[in-house]
């Protein structure tokens, strides 16, 4: 069977990690770009992409590709799709175009083009058309344009890989989980160290670092946009997941610790945790960070803290930094913190010297991960005054 080619998406800096997965689930011929990995597989590296990725936004199924001058060309080349055997005519359907350059007037109106392609095919071989969804489709259409290619994709995922069917609440801007489970990849975290995360918030960090600690599959509580293609195999499925299941260890309290300082977001994130199958494997407290204390000689910090966008909100920050980095220093030795934010001045500001800053992207806000071994006594900024 000829290998099928395949495109997932992921926040932007996450595409190291994301290839590192695929390769992992049996994908070839990985070719990470900016914001995704483009692979080849079968169905069964499609599944387990979908069911195991951790950084993963989707996986889409390349159906058609090829050079274009105007949308007529994109509806040719969608024409020559054989849309009936890929879903029926009682399926509902939805496109979405994204261009990077395109030579057209709107990415809206190759949509129009994409599904009256689609819908003559369907005249064409029955004689009546599906109908479109923009709400809740059964399939996903997504075509993206370049300056002179047009490519078009099933979408195997349905609903973003990044929701993983737990969340029930969430703060004012939570990260996607998707961004979170890779940035505890990049920190190293593989279950077996102590984790703290002291702004917890709605307790992303804290799921996706039991899920990895327990070996749990991300989309075990979902479904996904493949089971509705007319050649789903649900016996390959069902044995796909049979396997996956059988990796997972047996529930026990974790080494992992949260807390934050607003009651309300620690209750938020002992529901969230109840609803991933985690309750009581996860200690909860509510304190403010620097009343946090670590539990153990070493082990790894993760926090996104807060960052203003309001002056009066900044002034706060660049006060609190260089108490993070007291407290760090203080306390945390041992350990490695590590803060993910959007805040660029944290690394100076806090007044430690970062081991690695990697650049990631939380939508389109430009963010650094900052990766802050503690030493004791080695990692202050102190001015040479101030040595004595």
């Known amino acids: 069977m000829k290998p099928q080619h395949f495109f997932a998406p992921c926040p932007r800096g996450l595409e190291p990690v994301l290839a590192d997965e695929l390769r992992r689930f049996g994908a070839r011929d990985i070719a990470p770009v900016d914001g995704g990995v483009g692979f080849t597989g079968d169905d069964v590296t499609m599944m387990r992409a979908n069911l195991e ?4 936004s989707r996986v889409l199924l390349r159906v058609a590709h090829g050079r274009y001058l105007n949308e007529r ?5 969608a024409h020559q799709v054989d849309w009936p055997a890929w879903f029926s005519l009682e399926q509902t359907f939805k496109i979405k175009t994204d ?14 083009k994409i599904k009256d392609a689609i819908c003559d095919r369907f005249r064409d071989a029955t004689g009546a058309r599906p109908s479109v969804d923009t709400r809740a489709p059964d399939i996903r259409v997504q075509a993206f344009l370049t300056r002179d290619s047009a490519t078009i994709y099933l979408d195997t995922s349905g609903e973003p890989l990044f929701k993983r069917g737990w969340r029930g609440e969430t703060g004012e801007a939570p990260l996607r989980e998707n961004l979170a489970a890779g940035i505890l990849m990049l920190a190293g975290y593989d279950g077996s160290q102590p984790l703290v995360d002291p702004m917890c918030g709605s307790g992303t960090f804290l799921v996706e670092a039991a899920d990895i600690a327990l070996q749990r599959a991300p989309g075990r509580k979902r479904r996904f946009g493949f089971e509705a293609f007319a050649n789903f ?14 990796m997972e260890r047996e529930p026990e309290p974790l080494l992992i610790w949260g807390s934050d300082r607003d009651r309300r977001m620690v209750e938020t994130a002992e529901r969230n945790l109840a609803q991933a199958g985690l309750k009581g494997l996860v200690r909860l407290k509510v304190q403010d960070a620097l009343d946090a204390r670590p539990p153990a000689p070493s082990g790894i910090l993760v926090a996104n803290p807060p960052y203003g966008v309001r002056l009066e909100e900044q002034d706060a920050l660049a006060a609190l930094y260089p108490s993070l980095g007291a407290w760090l220093k203080q306390y945390w030795a041992g350990w490695t913190a590590h803060f993910f934010t959007g805040d660029l001045r944290l690394a100076k500001l806090i007044r430690l010297n970062p081991k690695r800053r990697v650049p990631l992207y939380n939508g389109a806000l430009e963010c650094r991960l900052f990766a802050i071994p503690m030493v004791a006594g080695s990692n202050r900024k102190d001015k040479p005054a101030d040595a004595g």
């Open 233 to 246: 195999d649900a016996a390959q499925w069902q044995q796909v997941k049979k396997v996956v299941k059988a």
């Open 73 to 77: 060309d994109v509806y040719q080349l």
């Open 53 to 56: 990725s951790r950084t993963a």
């Open 99 to 112: 261009g990077v350059n395109a030579p057209v007037k709107s990415l809206d109106f190759v949509s129009l």
